[in-house]
């Protein structure tokens, strides 16, 4: 089983930026694929952003490309969602997920470990 954790969300001014952190609880995410998701209040769980197990791919919704950024640091046991240049349309609650091993896949049922959710609220 794997718990993750999301920190990092907050309340910011439009063009401000935040960081988003995902971390599991009593273990690294080395050999696992990685997905940032938001869900607006009123719609649906929408892909943000993925990074393949081995950080050799990414994926960005068209929403976000240019402004947020994912990554994992070298050993593996966080994984980041930068987010730069925000905009009010950005808030939503945003979860991180994880699978084993595989590529940086957009689609929500490809994940089989999600964490509980952080909120961003960006202001205008």
């Known amino acids: 089983q794997v718990q993750l954790a999301e920190s990092g969300g907050g309340l910011v001014q439009a063009g401000y930026s935040l960081r988003l952190s995902c971390a599991a609880s009593?273990?690294?995410?080395?050999?696992?694929?990685m997905g940032w998701f938001r869900q607006a209040p009123g719609k649906e769980r929408e892909s943000v952003a993925a990074?393949?197990?081995?950080?050799?791919?990414?994926y960005y919704a068209d929403s976000v490309k240019g402004r947020f950024f994912i990554s994992r640091d070298n050993a593996k046991i966080t994984v980041y969602l930068q987010m730069n240049s925000l905009k009010p349309e950005d808030t939503a609650v945003y979860y991180c997920a994880a699978r084993v091993l595989g590529s940086a896949e957009p689609a929500e049922t490809a994940y089989t470990y999600w964490g509980q959710g952080t909120q961003v609220t960006v202001s205008s």
């Open positions: 990074i393949s197990w081995d950080g050799g791919s990414t």
């Open positions: 009593g273990r690294t995410l080395q050999n696992y694929a």
